[in-house]
Structure formats: C-alpha cells, structure tokens
C-alpha cells in the first residue's frame, strides 16, 4: 500500500481518507432507527445554517494567528467604516486634548504677563526706573541695611 500511496499528493490521500469515513459512517447510519436519523438530519440541517450564517459574516474582521504572529484583516462595507472610524477616534481625542492644554497654556501665560505689565504700570516707579544703573545700586544698597 505504501508504493500506492507514494506517488499520490496530500490533496489525494486527504481525498481517498474522506471517502472511506463516509462509507463507513453511511454503513452506520443506514443501520440507525428511524427517530435517530431524523434527530441526525435536524441537527445536519442547523450546523448547515450555522456554516452559511459563519460565511455571510467573513467580512467582519477577523485575527489571524500563525507561527506566534497576528493580523487583523478587515471586511468591507458599514461594518468596515464604523471600525476605522472607531481605530481613529481615540487619536482625534488626542490631538484635541493636546491642542486644548496648548491654548490654555498660552491663555495662562498671557494672564501672567498682563499681571506683571499692570503691576508695573500701576506701580509709583515709572518703568525706565528698572532699566536705570542707579536704580540697581539703589536696590543693592537698600538690601544691605
């Protein structure tokens, strides 16, 4: 049998394997009681509609695994938009949360310098007294007394 078999590809062997459980199961079944095969064809016919049911969603996503790796492969139509749209939504909130703490990162910092420009135009020195030489030896002496 083996120098039968030698010459024959995988496709073949699977092929020939499949039609002798088949013969075999068939001697089986015929031999079954009439309530039992009934309850064998109703069963048939549900995992016929669970495999036409798995068929009509193959173009969902699916995760493909091999050899330790991984790939999405995506399906088309609706399905397929509200899934990129849901991949991209999460850097959108981002780019938003990060454009939000920059605008009120400049709004801050130009409170801060409104402050500091009110203080000085509101304060008894005029503002060329700051840039004055003297004026800084006038600090410098204060602070030593």
């Given at each position: 049998m083996?120098?039968k078999?030698?010459?024959?590809?995988?496709?073949?062997?699977?092929?020939?394997?499949?039609r002798?459980?088949?013969?075999?199961?068939q001697?089986?079944?015929d031999?079954?009681?009439?309530?039992?095969?009934?309850?064998?064809?109703?069963?048939?016919?549900q995992?016929?509609?669970?495999?036409?049911?798995?068929?009509?969603?193959?173009?969902?996503?699916v995760?493909?695994?091999?050899?330790?790796?991984?790939?999405?492969?995506m399906?088309?139509?609706?399905?397929n938009l509200?899934?990129?749209?849901?991949?991209w939504?999460p850097?959108l909130?981002?780019?938003?949360?990060?454009l939000?703490?920059?605008?009120?990162?400049?709004?801050?910092?130009?409170?801060e310098?409104?402050?500091?420009?009110?203080?000085?135009?509101t304060?008894s020195?005029p503002?060329a007294?700051?840039?004055?030489?003297?004026f800084a030896?006038?600090?410098?002496?204060?602070?030593?007394?």
């Amino acid at each position: 049998m083996t120098t039968k078999t030698s010459h024959l590809s995988g496709a073949e062997i699977q092929e020939a394997i499949g039609r002798a459980i088949t013969s075999r199961l068939q001697e089986g079944a015929d031999a079954l009681p009439h309530d039992i095969s009934e309850r064998l064809k109703v069963a048939r016919m549900q995992a016929l509609a669970k495999r036409k049911l798995v068929a009509e969603t193959a173009n969902n996503p699916v995760v493909l695994g091999s050899a330790g790796q991984a790939s999405l492969q995506m399906g088309s139509g609706l399905r397929n938009l509200w899934t990129q749209l849901g991949s991209w939504l999460p850097l959108l909130a981002l780019i938003t949360g990060m454009l939000v703490i920059s605008v009120m990162q400049d709004d801050s910092r130009a409170r801060e310098l409104a402050d500091v420009d009110a203080e000085l135009l509101t304060d008894s020195l005029p503002p060329a007294a700051y840039t004055d030489p003297g004026f800084a030896q006038f600090l410098r002496n204060n602070q030593e007394k």
